[in-house]
DNA sequence: CTAATGACCATTA
DNA sequence: ATAATGGCCATTA
């Protein structure tokens, strides 16, 4: 598994923005690493990689190290509003980015 | 090697 | 909309 490109694309994630791990599987060339993506993210713990930005592809924030509960904090400081009671993310496709073509739908009408 | 688990995804009812 | 099922890859025991 090479958990440099997973940390590089987790990277690529701009703040105020998330991204999903079927997203990075799908950059790196397989769509199927999408489970092992999260396996590498939750091994990285390093602060130089927003893994607290890669969320589920449902719209929920997913799982993380620290606790979901912490992972929708954090995307909330970042400006992304969370609904700690169902945990998912408000306005998901608008704070959605595409890490192979630099977001597409998500910029269709700003 | 086999078996079980996990920060998942898509399909089907 | 929610609930349940199958598939996928990598790591760990």
Redesign the pocket.
């Given at each position: 598994?090479d958990?440099k490109g997973v940390y590089s694309l987790?990277r690529s994630i701009p703040k105020g923005r998330v991204s999903?791990?079927?997203?990075?599987?799908?950059a790196l060339g397989?769509?199927?690493?999408?489970?092992?993506?999260?396996?590498?993210?939750?091994?990285?713990?390093s602060m130089e990689?927003p893994?607290?930005r890669?969320?589920?592809?449902?719209g929920?924030v997913?799982?993380?190290?620290?606790g979901?509960g912490r992972?929708a904090e954090i995307l909330t400081g970042e400006g992304i509003e969370v609904d700690k009671k169902?945990g998912?993310i408000k306005d998901f496709e608008r704070v959605f980015f595409s890490l192979w073509r630099g977001s597409l739908k998500a910029e269709h009408r700003g």
């Open positions: 598994m958990y987790a999903t791990y079927g997203e990075i599987a799908l397989n769509a199927g690493l999408s489970r092992a993506v999260g396996n590498a993210l939750n091994k990285n713990r990689v893994c607290h890669v969320v589920r592809s449902d929920f997913g799982g993380f190290a620290r979901a992972k169902s998912r």
